[in-house]
């Protein structure tokens, strides 16, 4: 394709639909995805026939009128696949000023712009951009096809998967750190660079594939984290969405630049200022690492990451990434810093802050900001912090018998909830209350954050405390089941674990996946009192939706 078939109107028309055409999609599947996406867990292996609840064969004859009631879809799964897309962005415009992409910008706007046609340069700068967009795109979708949706969906509770990804970042944070880098084989650059001497559309394509391998050691690691989280929150699209919002963040300046070359004199210099962004990401790539790691101590119940050693790391992590913005701290390939800039010391301010701020997490304050991302807070020894007062009062009201699983899980504070369904029904029941199940997960960011910011509020906690039987059902839980629980389906699957048993009541008698996902249920005849719903960061509307249970069942 020649450059004046490039500078063509109609082209210019065709170019610009075919940009809009596959974002547009894709946002289109970001408003309107119907995925269970905020913490999902996979159903493909999970079957379970001998459960206390309602006989499959009673469920499907029920479908029906379950269909009806149950029609609140979780808002999460939007909220997810926008989380993913900006975080992609966030990521690209991050992979923009590291040292392998920033000093590409003028040379690469120059290339663009040498012929002295405005128009020229803005058509190659809009086809290198697109193709930016859509080779990484094509990366993510990839990584769907790859690994599946069922795939995807179990590798946010998957231990073996969560533990090698926290091992993945930790590589990626070690080589941001300036141990090694992360490079591909240099004959697939050399293949890339001489196809992009071709010219026209082509060209500009490999030129784009071109910058996307050269600058793998800087990007590999941003990627890679990127890639990982979509992934695990079980989102069908996520890793499609994350690449679009990172691909659209590193694409934009290339146009941009091209359509006004005189910005490029206002961009800073390149120099050492490059590799502290580098430096800075892997000390949060290493903090992130830490909740993979805190996913596999909870499924497996070892214990050996409880929130005042995680606080800890973190504490340690990010005020040495303060010492380090502040030139206290220095590496091995870092250029002499004779001063502090303005930027650099706001940075160092916020680091410090944060730090500042997590320290009293080491004796039980909620940490509302970051709840979502640390462990229960009941898995902490030393806690000086009681927002609801005495939880013995609560195991009063059941004669103080000890709940089977009880030993198993960490209770949130102040609760006293049920962890068998069979149980918890039997005690509802008997006390003629209205039961409120909350399907949560070890691995669920949402679930933390509803349990650490809602459920304290004063009036919620009254309301789930005095006129309902909770019941914590852990869907992603490894603990294997007796063997006289242990059935096999009759499609062959085998049920071996508590999780299995709990996602499988999930998914086939409420027919949802995601967690959080709160039920209110009639104990007397198992059937949901009220739409069941998700997460609802809002206490007022939360307490509606339990003063909407206790009125149907009253």
Not at 4 to 9: A, F, K, R
Not at 365 to 378: D, H, N, R, T, Y
Not at 450 to 460: F, S, Y
Not at 513 to 529: A, G, K
């Amino acid at each position: 394709m020649s450059t004046q078939i490039i500078n063509t109107p109609k082209f210019r028309v065709k170019l610009a639909v075919l940009a809009a055409l596959p974002i547009f999609l894709l946002l289109l599947l970001l408003l309107s995805n119907p995925l269970h996406a905020q913490d999902t867990t996979s159903s493909a292996d999970v079957q379970f026939t001998s459960a206390p609840a309602t006989p499959v064969a009673t469920v499907k004859k029920n479908n029906k009128t379950l269909k009806g009631i149950i029609s609140a879809v979780p808002h999460g799964s939007r909220k997810t696949l926008w989380a993913i897309f900006l975080a992609g962005i966030a990521g690209g415009f991050a992979a923009l000023l590291m040292p392998c992409i920033f000093p590409m910008l003028p040379l690469t706007v120059s290339y663009f712009t040498k012929s002295g046609e405005k128009g020229s340069a803005v058509g190659k700068a809009a086809v290198y951009g697109i193709s930016i967009i859509v080779i990484y795109v094509l990366m993510g979708l990839l990584v769907t096809i790859i690994f599946g949706a069922d795939a995807l969906n179990s590798l946010s509770t998957n231990g073996v998967f969560n533990f090698g990804f926290f091992l993945l970042i930790v590589l990626f944070a070690t080589s941001f750190l300036g141990a090694f880098e992360i490079t591909l084989p240099s004959s697939w650059v050399n293949k890339m660079d001489q196809n992009s001497d071709k010219g026209g559309f082509m060209g500009m394509f490999f030129m784009a594939a071109t910058l996307s391998l050269v600058s793998f050691s800087c990007t590999g690691p941003i990627i890679g984290t990127l890639l990982v989280q979509a992934a695990t929150t079980g989102a069908l699209l996520g890793p499609a969405i994350g690449m679009l919002g990172f691909a659209m963040a590193l694409a934009i300046p290339f146009v941009l630049f091209a359509l006004f070359p005189s910005l490029l004199k206002s961009l800073p210099k390149s120099g050492g200022w490059l590799n502290s962004v580098k430096v800075i990401l892997g000390f949060l790539e290493l903090a992130l690492s830490l909740k993979f790691l805190s996913n596999v101590d909870l499924a497996y119940h070892w214990h050996l990451l409880d929130r005042e050693v995680f606080l800890v790391l973190w504490i340690v992590i990010f005020a040495l990434m303060g010492f380090y913005l502040l030139g206290k701290l220095s590496f091995s390939h870092d250029s002499p810093l004779p001063f502090i800039s303005v930027p650099r010391l706001f940075l160092a301010i916020i680091a410090l802050a944060f730090t500042m701020y997590m320290i009293p997490g080491l004796w039980g304050a909620p940490l509302k900001s970051i709840s979502a991302f640390l462990p229960p807070q009941a898995s902490q020894d030393f806690d000086l912090y009681s927002p609801n007062g005495n939880v013995s009062q609560l195991t009063s009201s059941d004669n103080g018998k000890p709940h089977k699983y009880a030993d198993l899980f960490d209770k949130p504070k102040g609760f006293n909830p049920f962890f068998d369904y069979a149980e918890g029904l039997a005690y509802a029941r008997k006390m003629h209350k209205p039961v409120m199940i909350d399907f949560t997960g070890h691995a669920c960011v949402n679930c933390r954050k509803m349990e650490a910011n809602v459920w304290p509020d004063k009036q919620v906690y009254q309301r789930i405390n005095d006129d309902y039987v909770l019941i914590q059902l852990y869907v992603d839980d490894k603990t294997d089941l007796s063997p006289e629980e242990q059935v096999t389906t009759p499609e062959g699957k085998h049920i071996q674990t508590i999780g299995n048993k709990w996602s499988y009541l999930q998914t086939s008698k409420f027919q949802a996946n995601s967690q959080p996902f709160y039920v209110l249920l009639n104990p007397d005849t198992e059937q949901p009192l009220v739409a069941p719903q998700g997460a609802n960061f809002d206490p007022v509307e939360f307490l509606k939706y339990l003063d909407s249970g206790l009125s149907a069942y009253h």
